[in-house]
Structures are given as structure tokens and as C-alpha cells.
């Protein structure tokens, strides 16, 4: 199986928490390699976060408002999953099972924004794979352009779109050929915002006990070119 992973707070209501600066601190984040970015990662409003390329650096917020000393925040502390706020704890979990692959771009974390000291430090979790990870063979998703064709960047023609009046159910399901030895991606055809995990990493977030996190399974299987 493969896990989707989300965000569910522990708590029945989050404490105050922000971006400090707001919008203006997000002003400047840009990608590290511009020319290697597809163009639907571009579009106006997609968070470049979420999109499975690297970020510049010196980019982005790097001070964050906790407003609670009460309630700790959790191991996903802030995020909508194209924005991943996670402690050291995540970070070192991520770096056991892929190694210098994925980027943590540190966040001081403030009790008030009059603070003259952080009380720790998280780190904006930028997932640098994308891989295109359904089994056309056994998905019964919509396709919605042309499957074969390619465009720029080698991406094929269009999506998966999941049709919620179908029946039976429509159901993705995974490709271990795809997927190989790999253990976090992001799929640029289908549910790009968020993050997918092998289960090998996401029993191990589970018996990690980190917190936070809300995981969805999902099938998997091999493809018919991987059989043959």
C-alpha cells in the first residue's frame, strides 16, 4: 500500500499561530532552478512548496508565531500539505530512509512576535520527487488530455481526474514499478498538494509516534509491463 500523508491537529482547537511577516514574508520565495520547473508548477497561486522542485535557499518565511506555551506544537505543526511545517523529528526520520534527497528550510518558532529568542526551531518541508505514480493498467480514474503524449519538461498530456458520481467507485492505485526503492513523492498528475509515502516510511511515522499527521492508504500493485 501507499500512504497519503496529511495534517490532523491533536488539538480540539490550534493556538494562535502565523507566519510572521504574513504575505510579505512569502514575497520573495522562488525556486532554486527555475528552468527545471514544469510550467503547471508555475501557475499564479500554486504554492511553490508543493510543487517537487528545490527552493532557493534563502527564500521563504524563517519566523513563526506558536502563541501558546500550554500546548506544544505538533511534529506537523502548520500547513495545508502543499505547505509542510515539521520538526527535526520528521527531518530525521525523512533523512534515515532518503538521505540528502528532500529539503528542511529552518523556521524559528516564537511564543509571541515581542520574543527576543526562539523556543525552537522547525523547518518548511520542501519533497523534491515527483514521480508518476499510478498504474494506468489498473487505475480507474478519469484521464483528462492525452495519455501518451509528451510536452515540455517530459510530463504527458493532462491528469487524473477523480469523477465522484461513477460507479462503481473509481479507485487510484499505485505502480511499485514506478515507484521502485523510493519513499516520499510527489505525483504531478493527480493530488500534487500532497505527498505520498512508501509504506515502509509511513509505518514508521506511525510507530515513531509523531504528531500531527493524518495518513490515507492506498492500493498499490505491480504494473503489466513490470509483470512481463
Known amino acids: 500500500m501507499v500512504y497519503s500523508i496529511g495534517r490532523k491537529s491533536p488539538y480540539d482547537t490550534d493556538p494562535v499561530n502565523e507566519v510572521i511577516g504574513g504575505e510579505a514574508a512569502w514575497a520573495n520565495l522562488q525556486f532554486q532552478n527555475p528552468e527545471t520547473v ?28 506558536w502563541k501558546s506555551t500550554s500546548k506544544s ?13 515539521i520538526s527535526s523529528r520528521f ?44 498504474d494506468p493498467e489498473h487505475t480507474t480514474l478519469t484521464w483528462r488530455g ?8 517530459d510530463l504527458r498530456r493532462g491528469f487524473w481526474k477523480f469523477d465522484h ?27 500534487r498538494n500532497h505527498v505520498k509515502c512508501s509504506d515502509t516510511f509511513g509505518n514508521a511515522l506511525i510507530d515513531a509516534g509523531l504528531t500531527g499527521f493524518g495518513l490515507l492508504h492506498y492500493e498499490q500493485g505491480w504494473s503489466l509491463t513490470a509483470i512481463t
Open 38 to 65: 514544469d510550467r503547471l508548477a508555475k501557475i499564479p497561486g500554486r504554492m511553490p512548496l508543493g510543487q517537487g522542485y528545490p527552493i532557493a535557499a534563502d527564500s521563504g518565511p524563517r519566523s513563526f508565531l
Open 91 to 134: 527531518r530525521d526520520l525523512v533523512e534515515q530512509y532518503e538521505p540528502s534527497v528532500h529539503q528542511f528550510l529552518p523556521v524559528e518558532m516564537y511564543n509571541s512576535k515581542a520574543a527576543t529568542e526562539a523556543f525552537d526551531r522547525f523547518y518548511w518541508f520542501v519533497c523534491c520527487t515527483l514521480i508518476d505514480s499510478l
Open 73 to 85: 506544537p505538533p511534529d506537523y505543526a502548520f500547513g495545508n500539505n502543499s505547505v509542510m511545517l
Open 146 to 153: 492525452e495519455y501518451d503524449v509528451r510536452i515540455e519538461h
Open 165 to 191: 458520481d461513477a460507479s462503481p467507485p473509481q479507485r487510484p492505485v499505485y505502480s511499485l514499478n514506478a515507484i521502485g526503492s523510493r519513499h516520499l513523492w510527489r505525483d504531478p498528475y493527480y493530488n
